[in-house]
C-alpha cells in the first residue's frame, strides 16, 4: 500500500509503500488533448520489476463454480391438506380477470372476506384460516361462474383490454359500461369504488364520460 508521494523534477510522481520501496510511478507528459484544450496526464506507468515490492501469499479462492439452474416447471406442493379443511377447486383465471370482476367479487363476497380478515387477525398462523379462506375461494368462483354463464362476451372484452392496456382501467371505460350493464340487469349485482365523492356520480355512473388514455 502506498504511504508516500514525492514529485520528481517536473517528470512525475512516485509512490513509495511503508519499506520505503517505490510502488508506482506517474509520468506527466505535456500533450494536447484532441477532445479537449489544455495538457492531461496519461496512465500510470508501472515500474521496473526491481522496483516493485516482493510478491505476497496467493489470494484465497473466493468462489466456487455452480452450475446454473432453470426451473421451468412450476413448484407443486404435493402435501395433502389437513381433513378437516374442506375441498375446493381453485378459480383458474389470471390476474386480468380477477380485476374486471373485482369489484362485483367484494360486494357479493363482503362477509366471508370479512371473517377471513378477522380471522387473519386473530392468528397469524396460516393454518388457522384456512377453512375461512376456503370459502373466500368458493364464493369469489361462484361470482366468476355466474358472470362467465351470464355475460360471457362483456366479460372476455373487458378482461382482455385490462390485459392488453397493462390493467388500467381508465383505458377501457367502455366496454367496463357494457360488462355493468349486463351484470346488473342479469345477476343485480351492486358496484361501489372505495374512496369516490358521496356528492358526485362514480366513474361507471357518469351519463357522458370521455374515454381518453388520461381520465377527465
Known sequence: MAVGLALTAGFGFLAFD??????????????????????YFSSPVPPSPSARPPPGPAPSAMATHRDAIFNSKPYVDTTPLPSDVPHVDELGVTSAPLKSASFFIGDHCKEVNEDFMLCKAENRDPAH????????????????????????????????????????????????????KCVFTKLSLTKNIPGSPEDQPQIHEKQNPVYTRRQK
Open 129 to 180: 384460516c384456512l377453512a375461512e379462506g376456503r370459502k373466500v375461494t368458493r364464493c369469489a368462483q361462484d361470482v366468476i361462474s355466474k358472470i362467465r354463464e351470464n355475460c360471457l362476451a362483456e366479460f372476455d372484452a373487458h378482461w382482455k383490454c385490462l390485459e392488453y392496456n397493462n390493467h388500467k382501467f381508465h383505458t377501457c371505460r367502455e366496454p367496463e359500461r357494457a360488462l355493468n
Open 18 to 39: 511503508q519499506t520505503g520501496r517505490l510502488f508506482v510511478a506517474y509520468t506527466v507528459r505535456k500533450t494536447v488533448s484532441p477532445h479537449r484544450c489544455g495538457p
